[in-house]
Protein backbone atom coordinates (compact mmCIF):
# COMPACT_ATOMS: atom_id res chain seq x y z
CA UNK A 1 0.00 0.00 0.00
CA UNK A 2 3.01 2.29 1.39
CA UNK A 3 4.25 1.89 -2.84
CA UNK A 4 1.32 2.71 -4.45
CA UNK A 5 0.83 5.78 -2.65
CA UNK A 6 4.41 7.17 -2.94
CA UNK A 7 4.27 6.31 -6.51
CA UNK A 8 0.78 8.38 -6.64
CA UNK A 9 2.96 11.49 -4.98
CA UNK A 10 5.76 10.59 -7.46
CA UNK A 11 3.62 10.91 -10.37
CA UNK A 12 2.06 13.76 -9.47
CA UNK A 13 5.02 15.54 -8.55
CA UNK A 14 6.67 14.57 -12.59
CA UNK A 15 3.38 16.28 -14.23
CA UNK A 16 3.82 19.42 -12.67
CA UNK A 17 1.39 19.54 -10.31
CA UNK A 18 0.97 22.61 -7.98
CA UNK A 19 -0.92 22.99 -5.14
CA UNK A 20 -3.31 26.06 -5.45
CA UNK A 21 -2.99 27.13 -1.85
CA UNK A 22 0.80 25.73 -1.84
CA UNK A 23 3.86 28.09 -2.11
CA UNK A 24 3.95 30.17 -5.07
CA UNK A 25 0.31 28.36 -5.70
CA UNK A 26 -2.57 30.61 -8.00
CA UNK A 27 -3.99 30.78 -4.46
CA UNK A 28 -1.86 32.60 -2.32
CA UNK A 29 -1.43 34.82 -5.17
CA UNK A 30 -4.88 36.60 -4.55
CA UNK A 31 -5.32 35.78 -1.63
CA UNK A 32 -6.31 39.30 0.42
CA UNK A 33 -4.95 40.95 -2.30
CA UNK A 34 -8.66 41.53 -4.52
CA UNK A 35 -11.29 44.15 -3.73
CA UNK A 36 -14.54 43.19 -5.34
CA UNK A 37 -16.69 45.92 -6.66
CA UNK A 38 -19.50 47.26 -4.76
CA UNK A 39 -22.77 45.48 -5.54
CA UNK A 40 -25.76 47.11 -6.66
CA UNK A 41 -28.51 44.67 -5.42
CA UNK A 42 -28.92 41.79 -3.42
CA UNK A 43 -27.69 39.26 -5.93
CA UNK A 44 -25.09 41.06 -6.35
CA UNK A 45 -24.42 41.38 -2.36
CA UNK A 46 -24.61 37.60 -2.41
CA UNK A 47 -22.05 37.09 -4.88
CA UNK A 48 -19.57 39.47 -3.37
CA UNK A 49 -20.32 37.68 0.01
CA UNK A 50 -18.92 34.35 -1.95
CA UNK A 51 -16.04 35.77 -3.39
CA UNK A 52 -14.83 37.58 -0.14
CA UNK A 53 -15.29 34.01 1.28
CA UNK A 54 -13.30 32.54 -0.86
CA UNK A 55 -10.25 35.12 -2.08
CA UNK A 56 -10.13 37.12 1.23
CA UNK A 57 -11.24 41.05 2.66
CA UNK A 58 -8.03 43.13 1.45
CA UNK A 59 -6.99 46.44 3.05
CA UNK A 60 -4.48 46.62 0.87
CA UNK A 61 -5.66 45.38 -2.61
CA UNK A 62 -3.55 44.80 -5.65
CA UNK A 63 -6.12 44.11 -7.68
CA UNK A 64 -9.90 44.48 -8.48
CA UNK A 65 -12.88 42.47 -9.33
CA UNK A 66 -15.42 43.99 -11.35
CA UNK A 67 -18.46 41.36 -12.18
CA UNK A 68 -21.24 42.15 -14.50
CA UNK A 69 -24.42 39.58 -13.42
CA UNK A 70 -27.27 39.03 -15.42
CA UNK A 71 -30.06 36.80 -14.68
CA UNK A 72 -32.63 35.17 -16.60
CA UNK A 73 -36.05 33.29 -15.42
CA UNK A 74 -37.16 30.86 -17.67
CA UNK A 75 -40.49 28.71 -17.31
CA UNK A 76 -39.91 24.83 -17.46
CA UNK A 77 -42.58 23.32 -16.20
CA UNK A 78 -46.60 24.49 -16.90
CA UNK A 79 -50.04 21.60 -15.45
CA UNK A 80 -53.16 21.90 -17.20
CA UNK A 81 -54.16 24.94 -16.36
CA UNK A 82 -51.12 27.00 -17.42
CA UNK A 83 -49.81 27.87 -14.02
CA UNK A 84 -45.92 27.64 -14.07
CA UNK A 85 -44.99 24.54 -11.83
CA UNK A 86 -41.50 25.31 -12.28
CA UNK A 87 -38.65 28.15 -12.90
CA UNK A 88 -35.05 27.59 -14.06
CA UNK A 89 -33.30 30.45 -12.99
CA UNK A 90 -29.97 30.94 -15.72
CA UNK A 91 -26.86 33.41 -14.33
CA UNK A 92 -24.17 34.82 -16.60
CA UNK A 93 -21.26 36.86 -14.74
CA UNK A 94 -18.82 38.22 -16.86
CA UNK A 95 -15.70 39.44 -14.49
CA UNK A 96 -12.87 41.79 -15.09
CA UNK A 97 -9.56 40.96 -12.98
CA UNK A 98 -7.74 44.81 -12.98
CA UNK A 99 -4.58 45.78 -11.84
CA UNK A 100 -5.16 48.63 -9.72
CA UNK A 101 -1.51 50.32 -10.24
CA UNK A 102 -1.11 50.25 -13.46
CA UNK A 103 -5.18 49.79 -14.46
CA UNK A 104 -5.06 47.29 -16.97
CA UNK A 105 -7.24 44.16 -17.46
CA UNK A 106 -5.13 40.97 -15.99
CA UNK A 107 -8.20 39.07 -16.73
CA UNK A 108 -11.15 38.99 -18.13
CA UNK A 109 -13.93 35.58 -18.74
CA UNK A 110 -17.73 34.78 -18.24
CA UNK A 111 -19.22 32.31 -16.80
CA UNK A 112 -22.62 30.93 -16.54
CA UNK A 113 -24.59 28.13 -14.91
CA UNK A 114 -28.30 27.21 -13.63
CA UNK A 115 -30.21 26.21 -10.87
CA UNK A 116 -34.10 25.29 -10.64
CA UNK A 117 -36.89 26.10 -7.91
CA UNK A 118 -40.44 25.21 -7.32
CA UNK A 119 -43.26 27.46 -8.14
CA UNK A 120 -45.92 26.02 -6.57
CA UNK A 121 -47.64 26.57 -3.05
CA UNK A 122 -47.83 29.44 -1.58
CA UNK A 123 -46.79 33.09 -2.93
CA UNK A 124 -44.65 33.05 0.41
CA UNK A 125 -43.03 29.54 -0.05
CA UNK A 126 -42.22 30.45 -4.30
CA UNK A 127 -40.93 33.97 -3.05
CA UNK A 128 -38.34 31.80 -0.25
CA UNK A 129 -37.44 29.04 -3.09
CA UNK A 130 -36.44 32.06 -5.41
CA UNK A 131 -34.09 33.42 -2.45
CA UNK A 132 -33.12 30.49 -2.24
CA UNK A 133 -32.45 29.57 -6.09
CA UNK A 134 -30.61 33.17 -6.51
CA UNK A 135 -28.38 32.38 -3.34
CA UNK A 136 -26.93 28.68 -4.63
CA UNK A 137 -26.65 30.24 -8.32
CA UNK A 138 -24.72 33.45 -7.20
CA UNK A 139 -22.54 30.70 -4.86
CA UNK A 140 -21.87 28.54 -7.87
CA UNK A 141 -20.58 31.66 -9.84
CA UNK A 142 -18.98 32.97 -7.53
CA UNK A 143 -16.64 29.50 -7.24
CA UNK A 144 -16.65 29.49 -10.98
CA UNK A 145 -14.92 32.65 -10.86
CA UNK A 146 -12.53 32.03 -8.05
CA UNK A 147 -11.79 28.58 -10.21
CA UNK A 148 -11.04 30.14 -13.24
CA UNK A 149 -8.62 32.89 -11.70
CA UNK A 150 -5.92 30.61 -9.36
CA UNK A 151 -6.07 28.50 -12.85
CA UNK A 152 -4.86 31.62 -14.68
CA UNK A 153 -1.12 32.45 -14.61
CA UNK A 154 -1.11 36.08 -13.06
Known sequence: MR???FLVILALGACGFTPVYGPNG????LQNRVLVDKPDDRTGFL???RLEERLGRTSDPVYRLAVDL????????????GAIRRVQLIGIATYRLIEIETNAVVQTDTVDDFVG?????TTVATLAA???AQ?????ILADQIVLQLQGSDL
Do not use: F, K
Open 135 to 139: ERLMT
Open 47 to 49: MVQ
Open 26 to 29: AGTE
Open 117 to 121: YSATG
Open 3 to 5: VIV
Open 70 to 81: TLRPEDRALDLD
Open 130 to 132: RRD
